[in-house]
């Protein structure tokens, strides 16, 4: 069975750092484009960076300069580093895998997410 797990997520001031990661089971991340979304309470989810099967990367305008997506394929991971976070970077944070693109729609494999609060 094909499974994502989220996991770094948490508390952080404002201008803190967090580095997420998305661990894969079932089968191999590096033939895969992976997506990470997020969805804020009460906002869609929205697509906030993607590293594709060739290590292409994009980011979302709100997050460029400050996330940076990263591939490990001997740990099988997908990791992204968020910088100088803002309160409006506090949502769940999802990861996706498809073997499509970076950028279709429905996509094949998500995991549960990881919530990360940024507060004072």
């Known amino acids: 069975q094909r499974q994502l797990v989220e996991s770094g997520g948490g508390l952080v001031q404002p201008g803190g750092s967090l580095r997420l990661s998305c661990a894969a089971s079932?089968?191999?991340?590096?033939?895969?484009?992976i997506g990470w979304f997020r969805q804020a309470p009460g906002k869609d989810r929205e697509g906030v960076s993607c590293?594709?099967?060739?290590?292409?990367?994009y980011y979302a305008d709100s997050v460029k300069g400050r996330f940076t997506i990263s591939r490990d394929n001997a740990k099988n991971t997908v990791d992204l580093q968020i910088n100088s976070l803002k309160p409006e970077d506090t949502a769940v944070y999802y990861c996706?895998?498809?073997?499509?693109?970076?950028?279709?729609?429905?996509?094949?494999?998500w995991g549960r997410g990881t919530l990360v609060t940024v507060s004072s």
């Open positions: 996706s895998a498809d073997r499509g693109s970076c950028f279709t729609k429905n996509r094949e494999i």
């Open positions: 590293i594709s099967s060739t290590d292409s990367t």
């Open positions: 079932g089968f191999t991340l590096e033939h895969y484009h």
